[in-house]
């Protein structure tokens, strides 16, 4: 028999795994941990949400939904976004519920991407984005982002980056992991470069309802946009439902017909029970939502206020969960700080670099912790840093 190795196909071998597990795994066999490593909400999904799943097996409803999804729930998530994002979106055809946004940035990246396609990726960035273009037969072309613009991409930047080749960009906002949310004129700049060589966007917008100072502007509210934005959202992070596995694409009619393809034959459909709880999620819970948003800002503010007095700088993130502070002035990479961090005062963190270009000498830290967490964690730093 040839070795095991010889029969995992090369596009899989060459793949790293997951950067952010092996701090995971280092984590759990230990005792203590403060963990500021897990990118997922600590709130329980709310009661009312839980009972919608509940009752529709009580009701009996355990079968396959419709391919794209309930439909109910597509047009409960159509009211959404017009009325929150003011995107219009047909429920019919324009929607496809999917498998967490894990899914939907799949079958995007997979629906779009020809052999040797380039896909301009804005780093640091969710660890799935290179993987998944890689996997779809595409290729990287990574544009880092800096500090000293709030993680921002610099509009140039991106119009040096396309090719004769590039497809699309990929782009998420709030960002994972530097936090960083793009305001509306962000985006216009932006967009001029994508409508000027004629580019799609794949918008990751999953982290839309964690927006603390200003409101989230969607790339597919734009205008001349929703043609060209498959749009990625979902209810993992703003509704805390990660174990759902639910999430959605927003797409123009031909984009979502062809996606809908490798969806169904892939997935089938969305989890049924998940789909009944995302109804009364939409229709009833955004109250809970609010108070979870309210609740993250008063911990960003706590936490990012105190990483600057411990003399780690860094930015405040608009949105999401995350603090990106800079690690440079130690003298350690990202990958020595985060083990010893967690090896001296267990405290767990995620070295930047497993995000891409411009990580290197960061951490992430998730602040979807308690305010108690918190407090220990910084109590924590502050001494690693003394020991230093
Ligand atoms: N996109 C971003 C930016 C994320 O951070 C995550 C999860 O961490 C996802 C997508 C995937 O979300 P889901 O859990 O819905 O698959």
Request: glycine share 8%.
């Amino acid at each position: 028999m040839n070795t095991m190795k010889s029969y995992i196909a090369k596009s899989v071998d060459k793949i790293p795994p997951s950067g952010i597990r092996k701090f995971f795994d280092l984590a759990a066999n230990m005792e203590g941990v403060v963990s500021l490593g897990v990118g997922e909400p600590d709130f329980v999904t709310s009661w009312s949400v839980r009972e919608a799943a509940i009752s529709s097996l009580e009701r009996g409803y355990t079968s396959y939904t419709a391919n794209a999804g309930l439909i109910e729930l597509r047009r409960a998530i159509a009211d959404y976004m017009r009325e929150r994002f003011q995107a219009e979106y047909d429920p019919e055809q324009e929607i496809i519920v999917t498998s967490g946004g894990s899914e939907a940035l799949d079958i995007a990246l997979r629906t779009i991407i020809d052999p040797g396609d380039e896909i301009a990726v804005v780093e640091p960035c969710f660890v799935s984005y290179g993987p998944l273009v890689q996997l779809a037969g595409g290729n990287v072309v990574s544009i880092g982002t800096l500090a000293q613009n709030d993680f921002k991409l610099q509009p140039e930047e991106l119009e040096r980056a396309i090719t004769p080749k590039t497809k699309a960009l990929l782009i998420c906002s709030p960002n994972n992991p530097t936090g960083t949310q793009l305001a509306r004129e962000d985006l216009i700049a932006i967009c001029d470069i994508v409508k000027k060589y004629d580019l799609l966007v794949i918008a990751d917008e999953i982290y839309a309802e964690l927006a603390y100072d200003i409101p989230h502007t969607s790339f597919a509210s734009l205008e001349g946009m929703k043609e060209r934005t498959i749009l990625i959202n979902g209810f993992s992070k703003g509704f805390a439902m990660t174990g759902w596995r639910l999430g959605f694409t927003c797409a123009p009619k031909e984009i979502s017909k062809a996606m809908l393809k490798v969806h169904q034959y892939t997935m089938m459909c969305a989890s049924t029970p998940a789909q009944y709880a995302a109804i009364e999620a939409l229709q009833n819970g955004m109250e809970y939502v609010e108070e979870m948003k309210n609740d993250y800002r008063r911990r960003r503010n706590f936490f990012v206020e105190s990483l600057n007095e411990l003399g780690l700088d860094c930015h405040m993130p608009g949105g999401a969960f995350y603090a990106f502070p800079s690690i440079k002035g130690t003298g350690l990479s990202s990958e020595q700080f985060a083990e010893q961090l967690l090896l001296s005062e267990k405290v767990a963190v995620v070295p930047g670099h497993v995000f891409g270009k411009g990580g290197e000498g960061y951490i992430r830290c998730s602040y979807a912790s308690s305010i108690e967490q918190l407090q220990e964690a910084i109590k924590r730093m502050k001494r690693f840093l003394a020991s230093l």
